[in-house]
Nanobody, 123 residues
């Protein structure tokens, strides 16, 4: 089982940018899809975007496309979520997750999860 670790969260101001990183234990994701989810306070966990690990193709939730960018570094075995023009409504715990199937967007399709990293965006 892959253990995932997120990093890079913190407190930022509206309009700022922030990059979150996800790494896998042992340095290898051993999976097909790596995705980012977020869970705002008191709400459900929702899909942000994902990347097909072997080819690097990305897909996003439509509401975030344009401000959020997912990329991977195949050498460093890292998946990065860059968030631009952050808004208070982006405040959430952000999770990295891995799935064997391609293109998954539902939390139940993901077998492995990190512990999450908190992002707080002040107005």
């Amino acid at each position: 089982q892959v253990q995932l670790d997120e990093s890079g969260g913190g407190l930022v101001q509206a309009g700022d940018s922030l990059s979150l990183s996800c790494t896998a234990s042992g340095g290898h994701f051993r999976t097909n899809t790596v995705a980012w989810f977020r869970q705002p306070p008191g709400k459900d966990r929702v899909f942000v975007g994902g990347i097909r690990w072997n080819v690097g193709s990305v897909y996003y939730d439509g509401s975030n496309k344009g401000r959020f960018t997912i990329s991977r570094d195949a050498v460093q075995e890292t998946v990065t979520l860059r968030m631009d023009d952050l808004r208070p409504e982006d405040t959430a715990v952000y999770y990295c997750a891995a799935a064997r199937i391609f293109g998954a967007t539902m939390p139940q399709d993901y077998e492995n999860w990190g512990q999450g990293t908190q992002v707080i965006v002040s107005a």
